[in-house]
Nanobody, 124 residues
Framework: QVQLVESGGGLVQAGGSLRLSCVAS????????MGWFRQAPGMERELVAA????????DYRDSVKGRFSISRDNAKNTLFLQMNNLKPEDTAVYYC?????????????????WGPGTRVTVSS
């Protein structure tokens, strides 16, 4: 069992930055691929960024490449998402999730555990 809790969301102006954190409980964090997802009102949940268990591989959706950076600290059971140059279209609830696999996964169905989410609002 893994429990995930996100923090770091808030209201920011376009062009600003936020750093999201996700603290995991349980012994399996360091063995799990992790992902950040987001869901805007009326939209489907979408993968923002993913990272393998050892942080050797990462992947991003095209719209955030060059602006967002995913990282993890396995010693502290913590996942991060650094978001720079935020745009109004980045407004959503952001979720961290733990995959059943150690490798990086782009498939929503492979993520077994989810946090409650943290809201990010970007004003224009």
């Amino acid at each position: 069992q893994v429990q995930l809790v996100e923090s770091g969301g808030g209201l920011v102006q376009a062009g600003g930055s936020l750093r999201l954190s996700c603290v995991a409980s349980g012994r399996t964090f360091s063995n799990s691929g992790m992902g950040w997802f987001r869901q805007a009102p009326g939209m489907e949940r979408e993968l923002v960024a993913a990272i393998s268990s050892g942080a050797d591989t990462t992947d991003y959706r095209d719209s955030v490449k060059g602006r967002f950076s995913i990282s993890r600290d396995n010693a502290k059971n913590t996942l991060f998402l650094q978001m720079n140059n935020l745009k109004p279209e980045d407004t959503a609830v952001y979720y961290c999730a733990a995959s059943q696999w150690s490798a990086l996964s782009r498939l929503l169905g492979s993520y077994r555990y989810w946090g409650p989410g943290t809201r990010v609002t970007v004003s224009s």
